[in-house]
């Protein structure tokens, strides 16, 4: 292979391979989990586990193992009522007690080192595709006021962050790839939730 058809090969190569990073799209990748009560009356304790470890207790209970994420993105439609109802079925199935299939009322809520929300691709659509799945993945009541990505602030309900609580926003590393959204789930959208979400490993 002469040089004029190396580099000719090179650059046919280059382009398509920039077409098609350009065509990648933004995933959110989204664990689910299992509520487990204990205690009783006006003090009960709530654990959220992850389903890809609850599943062991279903098949150890005879049960098949249940979805343990779903990988969205913008263009995603996705049913969590209808994982749900599969997951609320095998825990009666297996006669498990206290424990019930649940989602987050806000991204990020739940996790550990293992099953954590985290995206790929492009850090910047997060926040749209997290807002495209309230009232699904989320709760109804999600209000988004403000995300952050490297050195980009963007604010949606908010003006500035003069009000804001967070010490993790406060101290956000603008060098970071990580994106930290602030917002409400309450009635009077005064509640501070924060939503840290990596990108995946």
Not at 60 to 83: C, M, P, R
Not at 98 to 116: H, I, K, S, T
Request: proline fraction near 3%.
């Amino acid at each position: 292979m002469n040089k004029l058809t190396f580099l000719l090969a090179f650059s046919i190569s280059s382009i398509f391979l920039s077409i098609a990073h350009a065509k990648e799209k933004t995933v959110l990748h989204v664990p689910f989990f299992v509520e487990i009560t204990t205690g009783a009356g006006n003090s009960p304790t709530y654990e959220y586990v992850p389903v890809a470890v609850f599943n062991k207790t279903l098949i150890a209970h005879g049960q098949k193992a249940q979805k343990e994420f779903v990988d969205i993105t913008l263009d995603s439609q996705v049913d969590a009522f209808e994982y749900k109802q599969k997951l609320d079925d095998a825990i009666t199935a297996a006669g498990i007690p206290n424990a019930q299939a649940f989602g987050e009322y806000v991204p990020a809520n739940w996790g550990d080192d293992q099953n954590y929300t985290c995206y790929r691709g492009d850090g910047k659509d997060v926040a749209e595709i997290v807002l495209h799945n309230t009232d699904n993945l989320y709760s109804d009541q999600y209000t988004l006021w403000a995300w952050k990505l490297g050195k980009t602030t963007t604010y949606v309900y908010a003006e500035d962050d003069s009000s804001f609580e967070s010490t993790d926003w406060a101290k956000y590393d603008t060098n970071s790839e990580t994106v930290i959204l602030l917002g409400s789930t309450g009635d009077d959208g005064t509640d501070e939730n924060e939503s840290i979400i990596p990108r995946c490993k």
